[in-house]
Nanobody, 122 residues
Framework: QVQLVESGGGLVQAGGSLRLSCAAS????????MGWFRQAPGKEREFVAA????????SYADSVKGRFTISRDNAKNTVYLQMNSLKPEDTAVYYC???????????????WGQGTQVTVSS
């Protein structure tokens, strides 16, 4: 079955960096666009970043543009989210997801990971 497994979350001070990874199995990874979403306590899930099949197109939420970078390695079936200049408002559970369509719309994503916690202290 399809599995998406996130890693790399943790506790970091404001201004610090983290790199999240999401390892995919059970699907033909290069056939899927990949996205990162996050959900903070008491808030709705929100889009963070997306990348198309070959990695040539990326999209970002305005709140992370210029600070976060999404990338993928199709040889390793892995998508990454490099997060720099982290802010306390970035605190959330971060999820990776796979979609047959390159989109920022969460409902279009077919498969989801279990999430990894990112906590940014002030």
């Amino acid at each position: 079955q399809v599995q998406l497994v996130e890693s790399g979350g943790g506790l970091v001070q404001a201004g610090g960096s983290l790199r999240l990874s999401c390892a995919a199995s059970g699907l033909t990874f290069r056939d899927y666009a990949m996205g990162w979403f996050r959900q903070a306590p008491g808030k709705e899930r929100e889009f963070v970043a997306a990348i198309n099949w070959g990695g040539g197109s990326t999209s970002y939420a305005d709140s992370v543009k210029g600070r976060f970078t999404i990338s993928r390695d199709n040889a390793k079936n892995t998508v990454y989210l490099q997060m720099n200049s982290l802010k306390p408002e970035d605190t959330a559970v971060y999820y990776c997801a796979a979609s047959r369509v390159y989109t920022i719309t969460g409902e279009m994503y077919l498969y989801w990971g279990q999430g990894t916690q990112v906590t940014v202290s002030s």
